[in-house]
């Protein structure tokens, strides 16, 4: 029997290259890394105020890239600051927050390497860039009673130094009421001329995951730039009269008409004059906001103030006194921050200003639609937040990174003109508390007890003495604090005080009541409207913020083609107000249907950050972002979604490549059996 063995096997290889022409993996390290912010062939720079992405032309054969930044230009271990080993396409946006850092001549750096069949690539040449604040906020034009700032892209609040009165108080508008300068004194020593300085802050936020969690090396980033010089503001002396409204201010001002812009940012109110409907004059004024003309659906209640504007505060109201002695004592004094003492209105209705209302909760995965039963899973955003200064002294310095996200003081985008809220301002006035009574409700009270159970606690406030019971067991107790049928004492109890003895208010704290109320204020001419809305930019002068490979393989941008090979990076202008965002990609325009993220399995996914890399494959795809207005109420703290932009995704081109190897020459072995 003859054997006739084969002395070789004939091969062809499929090499997709980058993306998409024939070639053959190799050695050669990935070239052309450089960062950027909106699109990767705009100018190339290596300063940086907010953290950019990174891109380089394509290695043919790549499967996947490894990424790393460093603080070292060696890139030893612990310099790493941020790695992603499994890099789909030669872009990446580190969704960190990097230190600001400078050095001779740089002091971050940006590595990156291709993984082929033949195992990793060199690592490319390093690229240096460093990390620098945007300069101080400037001011803006403005109105008697609120200092206003430019804002800054990429600020999620601003700290303001009130030199004068040695506090710094962060706001996340740009605007702020100089609250602590008129109220309680309207004389040009105290409102003449305000002192103040002023710096941004951004957030902290990480998104977790593979591609985004903590600074590896834990370096600390401060959330804040450097002060702006001492910058002086003035108003003009006190004037009385008939209280007008003069219309709102942020990063535009609106005088309520159907063609004013509508505001990106909470605003300030601005009103003149100090005289109730009926002639009668004011020191104190507070602020409603509504979703009706009538102004009987209050969305927001402000803070009570002494100047002729109001700016929402996330940290809380001042410290009004509570007593005529508190009075005369702040007419010589700056009032510090605090809570309000009780407030009411006209008819007596007991109101808690937004300031002073519960602190939210930042909304940490991506919601589900409107109607359906809880949210999403999705990713998530882990740790970082906005430095609560409330009032605090600038000697005992701010509190950065807290996870405190203030009280809901903003309020929801809407369709301006079409849709927007209204508002008016109302008189107010420290009075003594009314007269009021209850009775002590089962199982009553024991001696030594600090705790009285009421049939009403309504109308009660902190700070009220109380008389309760007869003859030789009457005593008199201070509340201390109120709950619903339970009135906690700022003591105990000398006595037992059985069910039904009667409990009588014999004095108090001051009360701030509302002179008029607003539905006659607004009944009265005293109304205005406004609007709210924010969104991100995708796109400018027409062209979309999208970067990634071409169909040939070519690392471009939207500007330059119109369908991407792989999974693109895409970009966008900061929403004025935002503090995170929420980027969806769907299959059709219409309806939108959201797809699902393969990493976390939500609808869409959560990012701190400005740039994210859509997981999307080929075909046709529309994508949308919106921003998260932390200052919102807890759970709804969406803003307006962006108009869709579309990609297309296109399949590679590509041809069989015949391996280059020698020819060589066969014979025949043959054999017996």
């Not at 790695?83 to 850092?101: F, H, Q, R």
């Not at 860039?129 to 892209?153: I, K, Q």
């Not at 970082?384 to 605090?392: F, M, V």
């Not at 009403?456 to 509340?479: H, I, M, N, Q, R």
Request: glycine share 12%; with cysteine; aromatic share 10%.
């Amino acid at each position: 029997m003859r054997v006739i063995p084969l002395a070789a096997v004939l091969c062809a290889a499929l090499l997709l290259g980058g993306a998409a022409t024939a070639a053959r993996p190799g050695n050669a390290a990935p070239t052309g890394l450089h960062a950027f912010l909106l699109r990767a062939d705009e100018t190339h720079e290596t300063t940086f105020s907010q953290t950019p992405s990174f891109a380089w032309k394509p290695v043919p054969g790549a499967l996947r890239y490894e990424f790393q930044l460093s603080l070292s230009n060696t890139f030893r271990d612990n310099g790493v600051i941020f790695a992603d080993l499994n890099v789909t396409s030669p872009v990446e946006a580190p969704g960190i927050t990097l230190p600001w850092i400078s050095g001779a001549p740089h002091s971050l750096y940006a590595r990156v390497r291709a993984i082929t069949t033949r195992g990793a690539t060199p690592w490319s040449t390093r690229f240096g860039f460093d990390m620098t604040p945007p300069p101080p906020p400037t001011p803006a034009p403005s109105y008697p009673g609120v200092l206003r700032w430019t804002p800054v892209e990429g600020a999620v609040a601003y700290q303001v130094w009130l030199v004068d009165a040695n506090k710094i108080v962060t706001v996340t508008t740009n605007v702020l009421d100089e609250r602590e300068f008129y109220t309680l004194h309207h004389d040009a020593k105290w409102i003449g001329t305000v002192h103040w300085r002023i710096r941004a802050v951004r957030n902290d936020v990480r998104v977790s995951g593979s591609n985004g969690t903590s600074r590896y090396n834990k370096i600390p980033a401060v959330q804040y730039g450097a002060w702006s010089p001492v910058y002086s503001s003035t108003n003009p002396a006190w004037a009385g009269g008939k209280i007008t409204l003069l219309g709102t201010l942020s990063d535009v001002f609106s005088d309520g008409s159907p063609t004013s812009p509508t505001h990106r940012l909470m605003p300030a109110f601005l009103w003149s004059g100090d005289q109730t409907v009926g002639g009668s004059t004011a020191e104190l004024f507070r602020v409603y906001v509504f979703t009706d003309r009538g102004c009987l659906n209050p969305v927001f209640v402000g803070s009570v103030v002494g100047g002729p504007a109001y700016a929402p505060r996330p940290y809380g109201s001042l410290e009004l006194p509570s007593s005529p002695a508190g009075v005369a004592a702040a007419r010589n004094a700056y009032l510090a921050d605090g809570t309000e003492p009780a407030g009411v209105m006209a008819d007596g209705t007991v109101l808690t200003p937004n300031e002073d209302q519960p602190h939210v909760t930042r909304q940490t995965t991506v919601p589900g639609a409107p109607g359906e039963a809880g949210g999403s899973t999705g990713s998530t955003l882990t740790a970082g937040s906005t430095p609560s200064s409330g009032g605090s002294s600038p000697a005992a310095g701010t509190s950065a990174g807290s996870d405190d996200a203030g009280a809901p003081v903003d309020l929801w985008d809407t369709g301006w003109p079409a849709g927007g809220y209204y508002w008016t301002v109302v008189p107010v006035a420290a009075v003594a508390p009314d007269a009021n009574s209850t009775v002590v409700a089962p199982p009553g009270a024991l001696a030594g007890d600090s705790t009285l159970p009421v049939g009403s606690s309504t109308g009660f406030a902190p700070g009220d003495t109380l008389t309760l019971g007869t003859g030789s067991a009457s005593e008199t107790v201070t509340v201390g604090s109120v709950a619903d049928g339970k009135l906690t004492l700022a003591g105990t109890l000398k006595f037992a005080h059985a069910p039904g003895e009667t409990v009588a208010r014999a004095g108090g704290t001051l009360v701030y009541r509302d002179l008029e109320l607003p539905q006659d204020a607004c009944a009265s001419g005293r109304v205005s409207r406004f609007g709210k809305s924010s969104a991100p930019a995708l796109t400018a002068g027409g062209g979309l913020f999208a970067t990634g490979l071409s169909s040939k393989g070519r690392l471009t941008s939207a500007l330059h083609t119109t369908a991407f090979y792989g999974q693109p990076l895409v970009s966008w202008i900061p929403a004025l107000g935002a503090e995170a965002y929420e980027v969806q990609w769907s299959k059709t325009r219409y309806p939108f249907r959201p797809a699902t993220d393969p990493s976390s399995g939500g609808k869409g996914f959560m990012t701190a950050t400005t740039a994210a890399v859509l997981p999307v494959g080929p075909g046709t795809w529309w994508y949308r972002v919106r921003g998260y207005d932390f200052s919102l109420p807890t759970g709804v703290q969406q803003m307006t979604w962006s108009p869709l932009a579309k990609l297309v995704v296109a399949k590679p081109k590509f041809r069989i490549a015949k391996p280059k190897t020698p020819k060589q020459r066969f014979k025949v072995v043959g054999g017996s059996k």
